[in-house]
């Protein structure tokens, strides 16, 4: 059961119900703008929980994919002081980043330099890429839906001795972490685009158009 995804209404129904331990105090230095992006940001706390035992102090990570979940990413990596590098084909995007990171790019290349690897697209040919040019002992870690079936061969990981780690969803201590450093964040790019409810339509192309980091449905 997943809220809003697997056999329960979200929060466009007009009653959700919901255990009393899934609720969590949005603090009163939080908007209800900026609070509508707590879910993602946990999303990317849990992920990185699962890879904190390989991350240390002088890994260089790769975060592939400047979407939201991406952007996410690379800003709460770099705000602990990780040497983080950001590849989209989205220009706009990178731009977002360009001084929270060490380096950004449009093209998907030198792959073999990062220690660990964040794929956040979904991409089946950016996943291939990775599972090919990753360096020995890399890390990486999978946020994107949906990637479909690969050829790979298993000797390269064993040989290599590549960690591979999926992630989806968040706990209740991520959401309680994400409200808390929600504030220290740069959301500006993803809460300026808000569309009134009746006119999701428009929200949904201007959201395929890949235009906008995210839009916002206002009921």
């Not at 950001?86 to 449009?106: C, G, H, I, M, P």
Request: negative net charge; proline residues 4%.
């Amino acid at each position: 059961t997943e809220v809003g995804v697997i056999n329960h209404h979200g929060a466009y129904a007009q009653l959700v119900v919901v255990p009393g331990n899934a609720i969590h105090v949005i603090p009163d230095n939080l908007d209800m703008k900026t609070a509508s992006l707590a879910e993602p940001l946990a999303v990317v706390l849990r992920a990185l929980r699962r890879i904190r035992n390989r991350l240390t102090a002088h890994n260089k990570v790769a975060v592939i994919g400047a979407g939201p979940i991406g952007n996410l990413c690379v800003q709460v990596l770099s705000s602990e002081g990780y040497n983080v590098s950001v590849f989209d084909k989205n220009e706009d995007r990178l731009k977002l980043l360009e001084n929270k990171v060490q380096k950004t790019s449009a093209e998907l290349v030198d792959l073999g330099e990062f220690d660990t690897i964040v794929e956040a697209t979904g991409s089946k040919q950016i996943l291939e890429q990775i599972s090919r040019e990753s360096n020995t002992d890399s890390t990486i870690l999978l946020l994107g839906f949906p990637y479909g079936d690969l050829n790979y061969n298993f000797e390269d990981l064993v040989g290599k001795e590549k960690v591979i780690i999926g992630s989806v969803g968040a706990d209740s201590e991520d959401f309680s972490q994400a409200l808390k450093i929600l504030p220290t964040l740069d959301t500006a790019s993803f809460i300026e685009n808000i569309f009134p409810l009746k006119d999701y339509e428009k929200a949904w192309d201007a959201q395929k158009s890949s235009k906008y980091l995210k839009i916002i449905l206002k009921p």
